[in-house]
């Protein structure tokens, strides 16, 4: 058996462009084999492509995420503006609600809905008008200001909530069974959780 080995070693030229490679060939009876091996020069080279190639990826998820937190705003604004006195939280749960399960499109998931009017409002008059809008008499609280009533909920009925002339803020959890929650939110809870999530985005 008999065998010799060769050494390439790189040109000037590659040299000076500091991008080497050294080649060993080793002959083996009739048989050749290559090895090539990178010099410290050229697998820093590789690195910096590796790296190169995660700060892409990088990026690329960072402009996702980005992406994703501008619709995330256009759907909050939409809330507010369709339903400028409803807890954009509550508004969203319902969607979320209806898209998770289609037997809810036509007659809604059971929210408990807590409706807070202006003080001075007719209690008998929101009362009406809230079990012709939802077909449930509430129960009232706080001197007749805050209803609170068990029932299925649907945009429709949301949206009719909200454009009552007396009412301040309507705000709801979905219970997803027969039994009502009772009272469980104050005037001015989801504005308050919104202004103090907004002083934390601006301090971070």
């Known amino acids: 058996m008999s065998y010799s080995t060769q ?8 040299i000076a ?8 060939i080793i002959r083996l009876n009739s ?3 290559k090895i090539e091996l990178m010099t410290p020069n ?35 604004q939409a809330y507010r503006q369709i339903f400028p006195k409803v807890d954009p939280y509550l508004v969203h749960q319902l969607y ?3 898209q998770e399960d289609p037997t809810y499109k036509d007659v809604g998931p059971m929210f408990t809905v807590e409706v807070f009017t202006k003080e001075g409002t007719d209690p008998e008059a929101s009362k009406k008008h809230i079990l012709n809008t ?3 008499v509430p129960a009232i609280y706080d001197k007749g200001t805050h209803y ?9 009925i949301l949206k009719k909530l909200n454009d009552f002339d007396h009412v301040l803020e309507i705000m709801g959890d979905y219970t997803g069974t027969d039994a009502s929650q009772g009272p469980s939110h104050s005037l001015g809870d989801f504005r308050k959780r919104y202004e103090d999530d907004s002083r934390q985005k601006d301090m971070s």
């Open 7 to 14: 050494f390439r070693l790189p040109n000037q030229n590659k």
């Open 17 to 24: 462009k500091r991008s080497t490679r050294l080649t060993i």
């Open 31 to 33: 048989c050749l084999l």
């Open 42 to 76: 050229e697998s820093e080279r590789v690195d910096k492509t590796e790296a190169h190639k995660s700060v892409g990826e990088t990026s690329k998820d960072l402009q996702e995420l980005r992406a994703l937190k501008v619709q995330k705003d256009k759907i909050e």
């Open 96 to 98: 979320l609600r209806m």
């Open 134 to 136: 939802t077909g449930m």
């Open 148 to 156: 609170v009533t068990h029932m299925r909920l649907t945009p429709e």
